[in-house]
């Protein structure tokens, strides 16, 4: 079992920045996978970056690609995710997210692990 838990989420003005941070307890945090999700309101939980084991490998959503950057600290047991340039659409619940393999990937159902999640809201 592993437990996740984020924080860092909160209200922004468009075009700024916020730090997401989830802290994962209960396991060996070096043998998972990472990844954030995020869900708006009356839609479906989408994919947002996702990083492997070491932290050599990233892969993000078109959407974000050149804003968000995905970061782990395995010394810390903690995967983070830096929110540049935030615009009104990023608003939606945020989720980290575990799986044992390595690798990244970008759909919920390979991810065994999740957080309850951190509010994100962006202000035009």
């Known amino acids: 079992q592993v437990q996740l838990v984020e924080s860092g989420g909160g209200l922004v003005q468009a075009g700024g920045s916020l730090r997401l941070s989830c802290a994962a307890s209960g396991r060996t945090f070096s043998n998972y996978a990472m990844g954030w999700f995020r869900q708006a309101p009356g839609k479906e939980r989408e994919f947002v970056a996702a990083?492997?084991?070491?932290?050599?490998?990233?892969y993000y959503a078109d959407s974000v690609k050149g804003r968000f950057t995905i970061s782990r600290d395995n010394a810390k047991n903690t995967v983070y995710l830096q929110m540049n340039s935030l615009k009104p659409e990023d608003t939606a619940v945020y989720y980290c997210?575990?799986?044992?393999?390595?690798?990244?990937?970008?759909?919920?159902?390979?991810?065994?692990?999740w957080g309850q999640g951190t509010q994100v809201t962006v202000s035009s």
């Open positions: 990083i492997n084991w070491s932290g050599s490998r990233t």
């Open positions: 997210a575990a799986r044992s393999a390595n690798g990244v990937v970008t759909t919920s159902a390979e991810y065994s692990y």
